[in-house]
DNA sequence: TGCTTAAACCTGTTAGACAGGTCATAGCCA
DNA sequence: TGGCTATGACCTGTCTAACAGGTTTAAGCA
């Protein structure tokens, strides 16, 4: 796990200054210097995190006027969402039920022999991670990821992507998700698993569709009974 | 449209640096120093550059080490995606397929009042800029955003810019999808989008996502027929 | 009052410097 | 000679100071 930077900080509070203020879409940020100044840190370390907010659609500079809230925070769910709101991350499952469902099919019947190894071993990686108890949220997004990745459409993984990496950071924010789990359901959770790679292996499509569906259905009620 | 920065031919001068050089997965860049003695501008320039790298998950920097890739070029849509390979980015379309037909679904079910008179604002919007015979891509899409925000789950909105904003990456890296239609072609694609809207408004969410999945299999028709 | 213009402010970019982490290798010890 | 250590080169993270060029605001003139 990488450091903390200052930029991260600088991000949060920028943030928090949006949702604080309650700044609108086309509303004009604190100038570089004053965020500076607040921060008590220089002015690359608020252009750095301005950089990357704009790389997430949050802020847009305009050059001579100044910075300026692009993105309403009710489009964003990582930086705005409270964490009192977790329960909207649960959200999530809802477009991963459609779209992870239509990535298994699709990898059921175009995994080329190197891609089915590929998920082989992440399942292996997840299966040594949870009997060992450690967290594993990190295995588990992988396998889902290399099965993506077996469709053979780069689309698949880009979503992916972009939805579990807000979910990664909503966890990195505090949240910890990975409470201790009773044995009986971590062998529930790789059976689960293992029921979609069997299925991908023996490229039965709709097979796979449907123990994915099972498994995010029976994901979502684990972290919302 | 805001004016390129200098940040911006440096990222894709990284890029590139990664393709040319095959670089894989773990291997190191050029230190920051030297990318930017190589591109001929000052070292704040690359870190910005790095930094939206970083950002978009392609790099990795460790301090004191370097900085290093993070995903393989195939994993990523945008960036390294010759342009060659257009027709592989219709391959969003079948994500789309199942992530929009599911939004246009749960709008349908989901929208407020509010929402709905957005809904059919964008319709108006698109209507006009196509009857004008402009581009229309972004109003397209805008309408397209907003029947995912109906649903009232970001995820939706999150996964629809990450697929959305890479294909408009691609439009502005030179690739002119807006070839000049025929008026019938116009009439067509605008019957389509009514059909959903009419759908979303008398709240039927079977037809809402036929309409949606009747629309994106004519759109993907139209692209590569 | 209405227009012009200049000043104040802001982002974009550069240069140079230092702190602190990493890594390879030279050199020492056994 | 083989293995270990410690040094030094290199790298990212951060800061300061400055200037260029664009935007906004308000003062001042007609």
New binding site residues.
């Given amino acids: 796990m990488t450091q903390a ?3 991260d900080h600088a991000y949060a509070g920028i943030v928090e200054i949006i949702k604080a203020e309650g700044l609108e879409v086309g509303e004009r ?1 604190p ?4 965020l500076a100044e607040m921060f008590g ?5 608020v ?1 750095e995190a301005l950089v990357r907010l704009a790389s997430d659609g949050i802020t847009e ?7 300026f809230v692009k993105s309403r925070p009710s489009e964003r769910l990582t930086a705005f969402m409270p964490l009192s709101e977790l329960p909207t991350t649960l959200g999530s499952y809802e477009v991963r039920f459609v779209l992870e469902a239509e990535a298994a099919r699709l990898a059921a019947t175009r995994r080329t022999g190197h891609e089915m190894a590929h998920i082989e071993e992440g399942l292996a990686l997840l299966s040594q991670a949870l009997l060992s108890s450690e967290p594993a949220h990190a295995e588990d997004m992988e396998l889902h990821r290399r099965i993506a990745e077996a469709t053979g459409n780069p689309a698949f993984v880009i979503t992916f992507d972009a939805l579990y990496g807000d979910v990664e950071k909503i966890m990195r924010a505090g949240v910890d998700i990975s409470r201790s789990r009773p044995p009986e359901v971590i062998a529930t959770m790789l059976r689960e698993h293992e029921l979609i790679v069997d299925a991908i292996r023996a490229q039965d499509p709709e097979g796979a569709a449907l123990a994915m569906r099972w498994h995010l259905w029976e994901g979502r009620r684990r972290l919302m009974p």
């Fill in positions: 930077r200052l930029s940020l100038s570089e210097s004053r840190v220089s002015r690359a370390i252009r500079a305009r050059r001579g006027a100044g910075s």
